[in-house]
């Protein structure tokens, strides 16, 4: 799936578009805590989450994601979408929940990273 | 659509069984995936399914608050003692699953929760 | 002959594509603007428009725009003998206008598709604040452009010179230093040092790997200096052949059960960090997950330290320069 396919499929809006939009996105996540996106993004996964604060724009700089998608129709602060310009992230924007938006992009084929193995509770 | 209840999103998706297990014929109406429970608590529906990564006891209360069917924690985490306990107490059913929170969406929203 | 014709690479042709998605209105338009009032004759217009060399103007009435005037309606004034009547007999009512917030493709659309030629533009309340024309749109996003170009170019350019470090200094164990200062509670600030420093591994040309795993650790302990402590603290990086030592130094409060705090989950922070997405106590579990060695000292009254450490597994791999072929 690309990334004007993603769009299509959220009936999304494209906030900051600092990539192609016929880029390929290898995978989908969904998270709220920056550590989960830390430990568990991936590069080239597109981040869905619920923050719009200019910290998931960091978070998913240093995860080496290029892709967030703002669930719930959130319109985040200026100072995000200046980062994102800054940081080379695309924003988008969906009206959907987060678990509708995963669930139609796994419906539309974008694969998920599998199962997580993990010991003590830890990641 | 026929009636989904907790117990066939436990066969479909190998769930494990946390705490209230007695509860598994709760119908599920709908699904919301989150992290942040203030979020959860103002936007949830009730008989919605919970996918979150958070093990704390607070959960439950907010399960309890919102009646939601019940709370999946993802990425393979166990919930805490005390989360497992209050659960039990208060008849909120708690499942597991390996898959991280976008998975288990997809999964669910396949077999029709929230659609 | 040879004919110009537009012969964009597509590269070019997504850098506009991306400047008129991302760019407001406000940054494009221009603010010194001319207005008509309601009471001026066709008359009065034609010489505002010979002295202020304009080819058209919004009519505002208390702050509102409530028509445009442009040169073609003054030629049929004139024409049709109607010097004298008011701007408001003969201007376009049906104004398009745009608001200062709106993306750049709103106008594209209106401008292009629609054949207007300029558009009002106003605020929340509907003010008039600025006027956009192809003119103004395609000087400000070529300028926009150029600074982008700039951009990148220098980019390249740090990267080489900051890649050569190694190769340029002899001695006989070179290693570089970089200090960063966090300040507490500066949420604007969070993650900057954390993000220069990603950008300067990049620029030394570290392996992806290794800049990301640095990355992480760096992020997650940039924020435990925000969030935990009440002074701040220092960010220490140490870039050495064959590894790269990270410290982070601060006076705050201190720790005093260590055992505690390396527990997955364990968080001392309040519900509105959380509501940020943070401090679910997975810091450190992700900080030791990323690196080959971590050390955590403290205790209460005396501050907190923390030394990390990423080695490079295979040598030759630890940056992606080329080795120099003898």
């Known amino acids: 799936m690309n990334i004007r396919e993603m769009v299509e499929v959220l009936n999304g809006k494209i906030l900051v578009q600092n990539h192609d939009p016929d880029e390929e996105l290898p995978r989908g996540g969904a998270a709220d805590l920056m550590s989960d996106v830390l430990a568990f993004g991936s590069e080239g996964m ?35 979408l200046e ?34 193995r993990i010991e003590n509770n830890s990641w | 659509m026929s009636e989904i209840k907790l117990v066939d999103l436990v066969q479909a998706l190998d769930l494990t069984v946390s705490a209230g297990s007695q509860e598994l014929e709760k119908s599920v109406t709908g699904g919301y995936a989150s992290d942040l429970l203030s979020d959860v608590i103002a936007n949830s529906k009730e008989g919605d399914v919970w996918l979150t990564l958070q093990l704390h006891q607070n959960i439950v209360a907010v399960a309890f608050l919102n009646n939601l069917a019940g709370i999946i924690i993802v990425n393979g985490r166990q919930p805490e003692e005390a989360t497992i306990q209050k659960a039990q107490e208060q008849g909120v059913v708690v499942m597991c699953s390996a898959f991280p929170t976008y998975e ?7 077999l029709g929760v929230g659609r | 002959m040879k004919t110009i014709h537009g012969d964009m690479s597509t590269q070019e042709i997504t850098k506009v594509q991306e400047l008129i998605y991302t760019t407001r209105v406000e940054s494009v338009m221009a603010s010194n603007v001319i207005a008509i009032d ?21 009519v505002v009435k208390e702050n509102q725009v409530i028509g445009i005037v442009t040169i ?24 398009r206008t745009v608001s200062k917030d709106a993306m750049v493709t709103d106008v594209v659309n209106n401008l292009g598709r629609q054949g207007f030629s300029r558009l009002p533009v106003v605020d929340q309340d509907g003010t008039l604040v600025g006027i956009v024309t192809t003119g103004t749109l395609i000087r400000s996003l070529l300028m926009q452009m150029d600074k982008s170009f700039q951009r990148n170019e220098a980019e390249k350019l740090y990267t080489y010179r900051a890649s050569h470090i190694f190769q340029d200094i002899s001695s006989d164990d070179t290693s570089l230093l970089l200090r960063y200062f966090v300040n507490e509670k500066d949420f604007d600030n969070a993650g900057k040092a954390s993000s220069l420093i990603k950008r300067s591994l990049q620029r030394l040309m570290l392996l992806p790997q290794i800049v990301r795993r640095v990355g992480v650790a760096v992020y997650e302990a940039e924020m435990n200096l925000v969030i935990h402590t009440d002074i701040g603290g220092e960010i220490t990086v140490e870039v050495r052949k064959d590894r790269v030592n990270v410290s982070t130094v601060d006076h705050g409060p201190g720790i005093s059960d260590l055992k505690q705090v390396l527990q997955p989950g364990f968080s001392t922070a309040p519900e509105w960090i959380r509501d940020m997405g943070f401090g679910a106590g997975m810091g450190l579990a992700n900080i030791r997950r990323v690196s080959d060695v971590m050390k955590l000292t403290s205790s209460p009254g005396q501050g907190t330290r923390l030394e990390i450490v990423f080695n490079f597994r295979n040598d030759s791999l630890a940056t992606t320069r080329s080795p120099q072929k003898a």
């Open chain 3, 72 to 95: 073609s309606d003054v030629i049929r004034s004139m024409e049709e003998g109607k010097l004298n009547f008011l701007v408001t007999d003969l201007m376009t009512s049906d104004v």
């Open chain 1, 83 to 116: 980062l994102a310009r800054d940081s080379c992230i695309s924003l988008i924007r969906t009206g959907y929940t987060m678990y509708e938006a995963c669930g139609r992009l796994y419906q539309a084929g974008l694969p998920g990273r599998g199962p997580v």
């Open chain 2, 104 to 110: 288990v969406a997809g999964r669910l929203y396949h």
């Open chain 3, 38 to 58: 309601p009471s001026f004759t066709m008359s009065q217009v034609k010489d505002l428009m010979r002295d202020k060399r304009i080819s058209g103007a919004p």
């Open chain 1, 46 to 80: 597109v981040l869905l989450t619920g923050l719009t604060n200019p910290q998931v724009v960091r978070t998913a700089e240093m995860a080496g994601i290029n892709v967030i998608v703002f669930v719930r129709d959130k319109t985040p602060p200026p100072e995000t």
